[in-house]
């Protein structure tokens, strides 16, 4: 029994300690990351660089699609850096790339450019959907006048 302990055990730690994907993907799940939304005001507070920061996390573009005031608040701060005669080339091209992020994210834009992909990627895997169904498909429903119907 002792010698049988000590082979499962060496086998365990032999299979930890190797490059082995499920065993990384099942460490790597973090159940807190639904309740470590990025707040408003933390938004409104923010420096440009930490706006670029928050900028990694899905919840930093929801906030700002639900609340406009926030999002015309943070584009106004992310311009007047980009004003700044002594920001950085490397720092003005990051705040360039996050106002266009929020603006694609926050409004059906991101929506349409995502739609295009999926049709870019059905071109290459051949699921693409017949001809009639492709402006419906590229098109957000967001956009459609509300008396029309999407078939």
């Known amino acids: 029994m002792k010698r049988t302990m000590t082979v499962v055990l060496v086998a365990f730690v032999a299979l930890s300690l190797t490059a082995c994907d499920g065993l990384d993907r099942l460490l790597q799940v973090n159940m807190f990351s639904p ?18 920061e928050m900028s990694g996390s899905d919840s930093f573009y929801d906030k700002l699609a639900e609340e406009p005031t926030l999002k015309d608040s943070v584009l106004v701060t992310i311009k007047a850096a980009m004003d700044d005669p002594t920001t950085p080339p490397a720092d003005y091209q990051e705040l360039a790339v996050l106002a266009a992020s929020i603006e694609l ?35 957000p429903e967001s956009v459609w006048p509300e008396d029309e119907a999407l078939n």
């Open 35 to 52: 309740f470590a939304g990025i707040s408003a005001s933390a938004i409104e507070e923010a420096t440009p660089a930490e706006l670029v």
């Open 105 to 139: 994210q926050t409004s059906p834009a991101g929506e349409l450019v995502n739609n295009v992909g999926d049709i870019i990627n059905g071109l290459k895997t051949g699921t693409t959907p017949a001809l009639d169904m492709l402006i419906t498909s590229i098109i």
